[in-house]
């Protein structure tokens, strides 16, 4: 099982209601996360959470999360940081019509590195990384920005949440991008 998909996203929004928690914008995301350091989580119905992938896989991070970036990279989403960046630099290449920039979205983070190496692109400010594994965002999204982004690692936020209910405003991001996420 390829690490960085999505989890069982089928399940409906049950014990979800839209009132549970307020909608934020992007200035409001990125400023709370670089000020507490602490992943922001959106609701996830309690069957999402509780479904067993989920629930798998926030174990084995739980276990994953010990050893070095590199060998997290190696068991979780089968790149490097240089192989990710080659992949982003032909699909800069080849299919985008022009440079990411601005606040983007990466959907179904995983391990962040795909969110790492996207920010490393001069006209990014920030992305937030939606994962609904929560031992992911609060464990490996950090590290890895860290290990790819030095002092900028603050550019991705981690957010426990799934992308099938985003917490903003329509129209306030610039892009989005995934790789490998299942739905």
């Known amino acids: 099982m390829n ?5 069982a996203t089928l399940a409906p929004r049950d014990n979800v209601t839209e009132s549970s928690i307020a909608i934020a914008s992007v ?42 970036v590199p060998k997290i990279l190696e068991s979780y989403v089968y790149f490097s940081v240089a192989e990710m960046e080659e992949m982003l630099a032909l699909a800069s290449r080849y299919l985008l019509p022009e440079p990411l ?29 939606i994962e609904v594994c929560e031992q992911a965002a609060d464990l490996l999204i950090p590290r ?27 129209n306030s991001i610039d892009f989005a991008v995934e790789i490998d996420s299942f739905h």
Not at 3 to 7: K, T, V
Not at 42 to 55: C, F, G, H, N, Y
Request: proline letters at 5%; hydrophobic letters at 45%.
């Open 3 to 7: 690490g960085s998909a999505a989890c």
């Open 27 to 68: 200035d409001d995301v990125v400023r709370q996360y670089r000020r507490s350091g602490r992943a922001p989580r959106w609701p996830l119905s309690q069957r999402l959470e509780t479904a067993i992938d989920v629930v798998y896989r926030n174990g084995f991070i739980q276990r994953l999360a010990q050893e070095s």
């Open 101 to 129: 920039r601005g606040v983007g979205l990466d959907l179904g983070a995983g391990s962040g590195l795909l969110a790492s190496v996207v920010a490393t692109q001069p006209q990014v400010d920030a992305v937030l990384a």
């Open 144 to 170: 890895v920005a860290s290990w790819v982004l030095g002092n900028d690692a603050g550019n991705v936020v981690p957010v426990v949440g799934s992308f099938d209910d985003l917490r903003l405003p329509d």
